[in-house]
């Protein structure tokens, strides 16, 4: 048996690994942190909003509100795609379904400019200056045609000691490219990769080119309905494979014995079991802090100016652009989703605290959003677990952090699958141990 909070991915995989899963959560709903709140009402109270929405916001209904936003990368490295196939497959989440982003921007000089990934998309981009992105083109050609296995592709490049700040040198790329191109397109937090193996950096940004390739308008995906649809859809997998899911469920006290879990305590009784995945807040004792990040959820009744009135984008605003050591991200979406009344927007902006001052340092991308109707401002605690988890047998998620892609979400899986399994997680094995029963789930 497990206990998991909001990793209810983590109790789908382990439900088709044959694991036996309880899954209980003290919340009401579905996805813990994660969570999509409805109706609007909900969202008003949980941020101590005095009264009730105004009419002008519509039916409270309508909206269905991410506290913390992820937009779905399409191919990624975890095959977390593939996870979530894994549900469209199955029948008893058909109506799961999901939405292409319709544009990703990245911010220079106090505005927003579109993500150029293509040769094509580079000659016309506003970010550079006529020669600079002649010598762009030329580095996404270069990156396109490089593969490891055909040296003739490298340009006498190493793929494995060359570094990427000597590659943006070999074509003379600016500070300026090498920000929008390390944070927007090969999607990096920090500066860290550039004196790191230019591979890493190159096969990055062919992911995002092919997803992009793939989807046409951005490579993010996100489901109708908002991210609250993602956990709902696991827990049912979970189910398909004979897990137990239980919300509403206070937890007691973790039961330890020899310094290993053996349960979990809930309302008098115990529920064994031999591994427990839980997330920070259940464990303050075993974590420590390690930030903190701040997140502005704003409603609007309009598009992102200079966006074309797309209804939903990603804008990421490069840490060098605001002076800063963490980028900053703004994700965009709207009543196109199913997650908003009419004609209404919900943009959320995150970015990982520095100062004493977060709300300031979160200015930059509330400036991109005016005027905004109501913002729900919050502040949280990150954090980490002290210890791998072997030893107590209890593996404790990290705190999400300002990202608005699960790429680390991913990782933390992986990680988490790695402590719990000894060996890595690998999704063929899992798509074989799903179609052994396939045939029952679908009928």
Known sequence: EVFNDGECILSGIMSVKGKRVLHMDRNSYYGAESASITPLEDLYKRFNIPGNPPDSMGKGRDWNVDLIPKFLMCINRISFISLVRMLLITQVTRYLDFKVIEGSYVYKGGKIHKVPSTETEALASSLMGLFEKRRFRKFLIF?????????????????????????????????????????????????????????????????????????????????????????????????????????????????????????????????????????????????????????????????????????????????????????????????????????????????????????????PALDLLEPIEQKFVSISDQYEPTDAGTDSQIFISRTYDATTHFETTCDDIKDIYRRMTGSDFNFAEMERGKQDIFGDAAE
């Open 143 to 363: 990156v396109s045609n490089f593969d490891e296995n055909d040296p003739k592709t490298m340009e006498d490049v190493d793929p494995q000691k060359t570094t990427m700040r000597a590659i943006f040198q070999k074509f003379s790329l600016g500070q300026e490219v090498m920000d929008f191109t390390g944070h927007s397109l090969a999607l990096y937090r920090t500066d860290d990769y550039l004196d790191q193996p230019c591979i890493q950096t190159i096969n990055r940004i062919k992911l995002y080119s092919e997803s992009l390739a793939r989807y046409g308008k951005s490579p993010y995906l996100y489901p109708l309905y908002g991210l609250g649809e993602l956990p709902q859809g696991f827990a049912r997998l979970s189910a398909i494979y004979g897990g137990t899911y239980m919300l509403n469920k206070p937890i007691e006290e973790i039961v330890i014995e020899k310094g290993k879990v053996v349960g979990v305590k809930s309302e008098g009784e115990i529920a064994r079991c031999k591994q427990l995945i839980c997330d920070p807040s259940y464990v303050m004792d075993r974590v420590r802090k390690v930030g903190q990040v701040i997140r502005v959820i704003c409603i609007m009744n309009h598009p992102i100016a200079n966006t074309g009135d797309i209804n939903s984008c990603q804008i990421i605003i490069p840490q060098n652009q605001v002076n800063r050591k963490h980028d900053i991200y703004v994700c965009m979406i709207s009543f196109a989703h199913n997650v908003a009344a009419q004609g209404k927007y919900i943009a959320i902006a995150s970015t990982t605290v520095e100062t004493g001052n977060p709300e300031k340092e979160i200015k």
